[in-house]
């Protein structure tokens, strides 16, 4: 059974930095993409970074370029997100995600999410 | 840039009616589409992937069509469990974007 689990989420004042993490099981974690999506408060969901399988191909939102950094580490089967110089609007429930597929021959990865974990709230406010 | 629109924001249907929900790309993302459900304070489940394809488990009254910059959600009898958000996604480039979703009430 897959499971994915989040941790590291909290209060954090403006400017400040935190690390999340996502525990993945019941899947070889290498061979998967994986994803942070977050969810502001009554709002939708925002994709926020990506990270291929062996951590050849990192991508990010605009609005996290440059503050937030994706890792993962295929010995552990972790996850990460690196979020520093943080901001009142980056206070959400952050998700890690799976992609549905292993990648095909040319090493595409259909970037689609069919597990999710339960989700780590980050508040950022002074 | 890309823009994703759900459309529309709320739909009230009755249980045993069929509903169609509808996501339009501002351009072309051929069939690189999903479409999600999220019900309060749970995390997304995703029920179709490549505009049509069910994922695992999920029920035949889900069905995805579209391609291009015009897609569908259907479901074709609604039952009690059904009625929750409902999210599209692009997946052709980056950065990859959903809609803003489309509540789907019982009426």
């Known amino acids: 059974e897959v499971q994915l689990l989040e941790s590291g989420g909290g209060l954090v004042q403006p400017g400040g930095s935190l690390r999340l993490s996502c525990a993945a099981s019941g899947f070889t974690f290498s061979s998967y993409a994986m994803n942070w999506v977050r969810q502001a408060p009554g709002k939708g969901l925002e994709w926020v970074s990506s990270i291929s399988g062996r951590s050849d191909g990192t991508y990010y939102a605009d609005s996290v370029k440059g503050r937030f950094t994706i890792s993962r580490d295929n010995s552990k089967n972790t996850l990460n997100l690196q979020m520093s110089s943080l901001r009142a609007e980056d206070t959400a429930v952050y998700y890690c995600?799976?992609?549905?597929?292993?990648?095909?021959?040319?090493?595409?990865?259909?970037?689609?999410?069919?597990?999710w974990g339960q989700g780590t709230l980050v508040t950022v406010s002074s | 840039e890309l823009v994703m629109t759900q459309s529309p924001a709320a739909l009230s249907v009755s249980p045993g009616e069929r509903a169609a929900l509808a996501c339009r790309a501002s351009?072309?993302?051929?069939?690189?589409l999903a479409w999600y459900q999220q019900k309060p304070g749970q995390a997304p489940r995703l029920l179709i992937y490549?505009?049509?394809t069910r994922a695992t488990g999920i029920p035949a009254r889900f069905s995805g069509s579209g391609s291009g910059t015009e897609f569908t959600l259907t479901i074709s009898s609604l039952q009690s469990e059904d009625f929750a958000v409902y999210y599209c996604?692009?997946?052709?480039?980056?950065?990859?974007?959903f809609g803003q979703g489309t509540k789907l009430e019982i009426k």
């Open positions: 351009q072309s993302v051929s069939s690189d």
């Open positions: 996604q692009h997946y052709n480039n980056w950065p990859l974007l």
């Open positions: 490549g505009a049509s």
């Open positions: 995600a799976k992609v549905t597929l292993a990648p095909d021959s040319n090493g595409y990865y259909p970037w689609n999410f069919d597990y």
